[in-house]
């Protein structure tokens, strides 16, 4: 979608909100969590070169087929690489050969309503839900990396699956705090604090769990694995001041890298902290 594209897109459902929001409030969340939860870009082009040399692997989940890629089968560790939102594992193609030089098998996925795979909307459960799912059918999988949003995912299903100490995960700029990125989405729909309770409420009957249990910084305090931490200080996405209250607790398990001038998505492709993870994995 073209930038200018965009621009009617939110025009009409700001519009869009304020009309049901003087009828209904509860339509108006009904139509914000809809929202939320679809991406507003897919990656479908030619996927890279390395892609073409994976093994094919699909999977059902939530009524949607998971698309996946495999290579090196049978290496001597498992590591599975996480997209975030409105992203691709296909933009991950970097780490793919450095890994297999590692000698561990490596897996990607697209997530629902992402690249390859089916679907038109992805939650926090259902992408944690995803990672338990792979684990159980192509794991055990014991090094995790995921960016943003997918950074989030793989820490809510950590507090699910068994692991200890020699688990690894690296964090590349996680969407920290659902709550805000709740705030920023209702902030930009300039959406009213009448609609963010039934918003709220939606979300509750997800899990029986608030907005604030989705959150990277909550979720740490139960994981036993080595944790890799890479954060921005520029990162406008998920911002540097949720991820310095987890790193002013001092957890004995969590190494900190702090870049500046990258932003949320350049980091993963700077050559000095791809080098990081692929050796800290």
Request: proline share 3%; hydrophobic share 40%; charged share 25%.
């Amino acid at each position: 979608m073209t930038k200018l594209g965009q621009q009617i897109a939110f025009g009409y459902f700001r519009t869009k909100f304020k009309v049901l929001s003087a009828v209904s409030k509860k339509k108006a969340a009904e139509l914000a969590i809809e929202l939320f939860s679809t991406p507003q870009f897919r990656y479908k082009k030619l996927l890279p070169e390395i892609f073409i040399e994976s093994e094919k692997l699909e999977f059902r989940h939530y009524g949607e087929t998971v698309t996946g890629y495999r290579w090196n089968r049978g290496g001597h560790r498992r590591v599975l690489i996480v997209h975030g939102f409105n992203s691709s594992v296909a933009k991950f193609d970097r780490y793919i050969k450095p890994l297999m030089k590692k000698g561990y098998e490596v897996l990607a996925f697209d997530a629902p309503a992402h690249g390859y795979s089916t679907g038109k909307r992805l939650n926090a459960v259902v992408f944690k839900d995803m990672i338990i799912a792979i684990h159980e059918l192509y794991g055990p999988v014991k090094s995790f990396m995921g960016h943003s949003f997918g950074g989030l995912a793989i820490s809510l299903a950590l507090e699910e699956i068994s692991h200890d100490e020699d688990y690894r995960v690296a964090l590349i700029a996680p969407a920290t705090e659902s709550k805000t990125a709740i705030d920023f989405f209702f902030s930009f729909m300039k959406l009213n604090e009448t609609v963010r309770k039934e918003f709220d409420n939606y979300i509750y009957r997800l899990r029986n769990k608030p907005p604030e249990w989705y959150s990277v910084s909550r979720a740490v305090q139960n994981i036993k694995a080595s944790i890799l931490w890479c954060h921005d200080e520029d990162d406008a996405m998920t911002p540097w001041k949720d991820a310095k209250k987890v790193m002013d607790q001092k957890h004995s398990n969590i190494e900190f890298i702090i870049t500046k001038g990258f932003g949320h998505r350049r980091i993963y492709r700077e050559s000095k902290v791809a080098e990081a993870i692929v050796e800290f994995l």
